[in-house]
């Protein structure tokens, strides 16, 4: 779904179970949907696809929702890249989680193992780990769940799953680093069949020049209605801002 697009920038809502870069060559994913996109509204040409490829600049998780920037241009990818490499685009993430939380900034040190694909989260700092902030505000409660905003202040492969689940509050369905007994009741109670984590919300910083018109701009991303289901099931109320 896209949900903003101008000649050099394009933003979509990636629906959970879609890789953002493909695993293989040919394989599908939003990368190959986002140059399908292009070349049937007549937005870019084979032949310019010779000396540029559009793409998503942030990747997702595959079963993580949410917002993608995708560079329609040369000047908007350099752009975006840019934006993303200083962090001076916030983002902002939606997430259920079990357990108990409270409204905080919470900091720690992440380390990632690339042969596991995991990451390993500690209180202090050591050799090849890096520094963590994740910004929680709980927006509504209901027995051990909580729906919660999350600000990725300094953002890591994995950081909100590991970090939450360290804190003791895992994102529900996360078999990876959550309550794996939990997601298979969950699964078979509301049918979620994936982590519960979409990327909801972002602020583009102070810009000037040739990106001076989206300078501070909010664009958010609805949940899908499954989430949408899920929260109902479970008692809780979407309140960002």
């Not at 752009?79 to 905080?104: A, Q």
Request: aromatic residues 6%; glycine residues 10%; proline residues 4%.
């Amino acid at each position: 779904c896209v949900l903003y697009e101008d000649e050099d920038i394009l933003i979509v809502n990636k629906p959970p179970g879609i890789l953002t870069q493909p695993e293989r060559a040919g394989g599908g994913s939003l990368a190959s949907d986002l140059t399908n996109y292009l070349l049937a509204s007549g937005n870019i040409s084979q032949e310019e696809l010779r000396t540029f490829h559009p793409a998503p600049v942030n990747r997702l998780d595959r079963n993580t929702s949410g917002l993608v920037l995708c560079g329609k241009s040369l000047k908007g990818s350099q752009f975006l890249s840019g934006i993303i490499k200083s962090r001076d685009v916030k983002k902002h993430y939606l997430t259920i989680v079990s357990g108990e939380i409270k409204d905080g900034i919470y900091e720690a040190y992440l380390k990632k193992d690339p042969a596991a694909n995991k990451v390993t989260i500690r209180r202090n700092n050591g050799q090849g780990f890096s520094h963590i902030a994740t910004g929680v505000r709980v927006l509504s409660k209901t027995g051990i769940y909580s729906l919660l905003d999350i600000d990725l202040i300094a953002g890591r492969t994995h950081q909100i799953r590991s970090h939450l689940a360290w804190l003791g509050a895992p994102v529900i369905g996360d078999v990876k680093y959550g309550d794996r007994e939990l997601a298979g009741i969950l699964k078979k109670e509301t049918g979620l069949w994936h982590h519960f984590l979409h990327a909801e919300r972002i602020i583009f910083p102070t810009a000037e020049g040739d990106f001076s018109y989206i300078s501070g701009m909010t664009v958010k991303a609805p949940l899908t209605s499954e989430e949408e289901r899920i929260l109902e099931k479970l008692g809780l109320s979407q309140n960002t801002p």
